[in-house]
Protein backbone atom coordinates (compact mmCIF):
# COMPACT_ATOMS: atom_id res chain seq x y z
CA UNK A 1 0.00 0.00 0.00
CA UNK A 2 1.54 3.79 -1.17
CA UNK A 3 1.97 5.43 2.12
CA UNK A 4 -0.29 8.73 3.05
CA UNK A 5 1.06 12.41 3.21
CA UNK A 6 0.47 12.15 6.85
CA UNK A 7 3.92 10.28 7.03
CA UNK A 8 5.92 13.03 5.53
CA UNK A 9 4.18 16.27 6.94
CA UNK A 10 4.06 14.64 10.81
CA UNK A 11 5.12 17.58 12.40
CA UNK A 12 2.74 20.08 11.32
CA UNK A 13 0.19 19.04 13.83
CA UNK A 14 3.09 19.48 16.94
CA UNK A 15 3.34 22.93 15.07
CA UNK A 16 -0.45 23.60 14.98
CA UNK A 17 -0.77 22.77 18.61
CA UNK A 18 2.22 24.80 19.77
CA UNK A 19 0.69 27.85 17.30
CA UNK A 20 -3.28 27.64 19.09
CA UNK A 21 -1.61 27.02 22.38
CA UNK A 22 0.40 30.40 21.96
CA UNK A 23 -2.87 32.11 20.76
CA UNK A 24 -5.45 30.90 23.22
CA UNK A 25 -4.33 32.89 26.62
CA UNK A 26 -3.93 36.25 24.65
CA UNK A 27 -6.31 38.84 25.95
CA UNK A 28 -7.61 41.49 23.52
CA UNK A 29 -4.90 44.08 23.98
CA UNK A 30 -2.24 41.44 23.70
CA UNK A 31 -3.99 40.08 20.09
CA UNK A 32 -3.44 43.81 18.86
CA UNK A 33 0.14 43.71 19.22
CA UNK A 34 2.35 44.09 16.61
CA UNK A 35 6.25 44.00 15.54
CA UNK A 36 5.81 47.77 13.62
CA UNK A 37 3.07 49.94 13.32
CA UNK A 38 3.26 49.03 9.84
CA UNK A 39 2.82 45.47 9.99
CA UNK A 40 0.01 43.22 10.94
CA UNK A 41 -1.23 42.63 14.47
CA UNK A 42 -0.98 38.81 16.24
CA UNK A 43 -4.75 39.03 15.75
CA UNK A 44 -4.44 39.69 11.95
CA UNK A 45 -1.74 37.14 11.34
CA UNK A 46 -3.45 34.31 12.86
CA UNK A 47 -6.86 35.30 11.40
CA UNK A 48 -4.86 35.28 7.97
CA UNK A 49 -3.42 31.25 8.80
CA UNK A 50 -7.31 30.54 9.26
CA UNK A 51 -8.19 32.33 6.03
CA UNK A 52 -5.18 30.99 3.82
CA UNK A 53 -5.91 27.55 4.84
CA UNK A 54 -9.44 27.43 3.91
CA UNK A 55 -9.09 29.81 0.58
CA UNK A 56 -6.64 26.22 -0.46
CA UNK A 57 -7.52 23.68 0.69
CA UNK A 58 -11.65 24.23 0.56
CA UNK A 59 -12.06 27.44 -1.83
CA UNK A 60 -9.50 26.01 -4.47
CA UNK A 61 -9.51 22.46 -3.90
CA UNK A 62 -13.02 21.99 -2.75
CA UNK A 63 -12.06 20.05 0.56
CA UNK A 64 -14.54 20.02 3.55
CA UNK A 65 -18.20 21.04 3.41
CA UNK A 66 -20.20 24.09 3.07
CA UNK A 67 -19.52 25.38 7.09
CA UNK A 68 -15.99 26.56 5.61
CA UNK A 69 -17.61 29.12 3.79
CA UNK A 70 -17.81 31.19 6.93
CA UNK A 71 -14.33 31.47 7.74
CA UNK A 72 -12.99 31.62 3.88
CA UNK A 73 -12.61 35.31 4.74
CA UNK A 74 -11.99 35.00 8.09
CA UNK A 75 -8.87 37.79 7.56
CA UNK A 76 -11.15 40.35 6.09
CA UNK A 77 -13.73 42.74 7.39
CA UNK A 78 -14.39 44.77 11.02
CA UNK A 79 -14.28 41.51 13.04
CA UNK A 80 -10.67 40.61 11.88
CA UNK A 81 -10.04 43.25 14.05
CA UNK A 82 -12.10 42.51 17.12
CA UNK A 83 -12.06 38.62 16.83
CA UNK A 84 -10.83 36.93 20.62
CA UNK A 85 -8.78 34.32 21.12
CA UNK A 86 -10.84 31.99 21.62
CA UNK A 87 -12.70 32.43 17.93
CA UNK A 88 -9.31 32.21 16.44
CA UNK A 89 -8.60 29.30 18.10
CA UNK A 90 -11.74 27.63 16.28
CA UNK A 91 -11.18 28.39 13.52
CA UNK A 92 -7.10 26.95 13.85
CA UNK A 93 -8.72 23.83 15.02
CA UNK A 94 -10.95 23.55 12.37
CA UNK A 95 -8.82 24.13 9.40
CA UNK A 96 -6.46 22.12 10.91
CA UNK A 97 -8.81 19.18 11.05
CA UNK A 98 -9.47 19.68 7.70
CA UNK A 99 -6.17 19.68 6.80
CA UNK A 100 -5.30 17.00 8.93
CA UNK A 101 -8.06 14.58 7.29
CA UNK A 102 -6.48 15.10 3.97
CA UNK A 103 -3.07 14.38 4.92
CA UNK A 104 -4.36 11.29 6.29
CA UNK A 105 -6.90 10.36 3.06
CA UNK A 106 -4.22 11.20 0.29
CA UNK A 107 -1.53 9.28 -0.77
CA UNK A 108 1.21 10.58 -3.18
CA UNK A 109 0.20 9.99 -5.99
CA UNK A 110 -3.00 12.36 -5.01
CA UNK A 111 -0.38 14.94 -4.75
CA UNK A 112 -0.17 15.13 -8.86
CA UNK A 113 -4.08 16.09 -9.44
CA UNK A 114 -4.06 20.41 -10.59
CA UNK A 115 -6.68 22.60 -9.30
CA UNK A 116 -7.98 26.42 -11.14
CA UNK A 117 -8.18 28.95 -9.11
CA UNK A 118 -11.78 29.55 -8.30
CA UNK A 119 -11.45 32.99 -9.05
CA UNK A 120 -9.76 35.10 -11.42
CA UNK A 121 -6.49 37.11 -9.83
CA UNK A 122 -5.55 40.62 -10.45
CA UNK A 123 -4.43 39.81 -13.81
CA UNK A 124 -7.51 38.39 -14.82
CA UNK A 125 -5.94 34.46 -14.81
CA UNK A 126 -7.02 31.24 -13.31
CA UNK A 127 -3.66 29.25 -12.69
CA UNK A 128 -3.42 25.59 -12.38
CA UNK A 129 -1.91 24.24 -9.15
CA UNK A 130 -0.91 21.02 -8.01
CA UNK A 131 -2.29 19.66 -5.01
CA UNK A 132 1.35 19.21 -3.92
CA UNK A 133 2.06 22.71 -4.71
CA UNK A 134 -0.65 23.82 -2.81
CA UNK A 135 0.41 21.46 0.06
CA UNK A 136 3.68 22.73 0.40
CA UNK A 137 2.56 26.62 0.24
CA UNK A 138 0.24 26.25 3.42
CA UNK A 139 3.09 24.84 5.50
CA UNK A 140 5.22 26.85 4.32
CA UNK A 141 2.60 29.81 4.70
CA UNK A 142 1.81 28.60 8.16
CA UNK A 143 5.07 28.95 9.39
CA UNK A 144 5.96 32.00 8.03
CA UNK A 145 2.88 33.76 9.35
CA UNK A 146 3.66 31.80 12.97
CA UNK A 147 6.80 33.07 12.78
CA UNK A 148 5.61 36.39 12.84
CA UNK A 149 3.01 35.75 15.48
CA UNK A 150 5.83 34.56 17.51
CA UNK A 151 8.30 37.44 17.15
CA UNK A 152 5.53 39.87 17.93
CA UNK A 153 4.71 38.25 21.02
CA UNK A 154 8.35 37.81 22.11
CA UNK A 155 8.98 41.56 21.52
CA UNK A 156 6.50 42.29 23.99
CA UNK A 157 7.74 40.04 26.69
CA UNK A 158 4.64 37.17 26.14
CA UNK A 159 5.74 33.64 25.06
CA UNK A 160 5.32 33.03 21.03
CA UNK A 161 5.77 29.37 19.74
CA UNK A 162 7.46 26.99 21.63
CA UNK A 163 9.46 24.54 19.18
Known sequence: MEPRVA???SGWADYQRLLADAIAPLEPSQLALQAAPHLWSVRMLASHVVAA???WFHSWMGEGGPELDAIVDFDEGEV???????EIVRGLETTW???????????????????VR?????AGERPRRSRLWILWHVAEHDVHHGGEISF????????????
Open 7 to 9: EYY
Open 53 to 55: RTW
Open 80 to 86: STTREAA
Open 97 to 115: SLIDSCLRRWSWSDLHEEF
Open 118 to 122: PTPNA
Open 152 to 163: SLGMHRLPGIEL
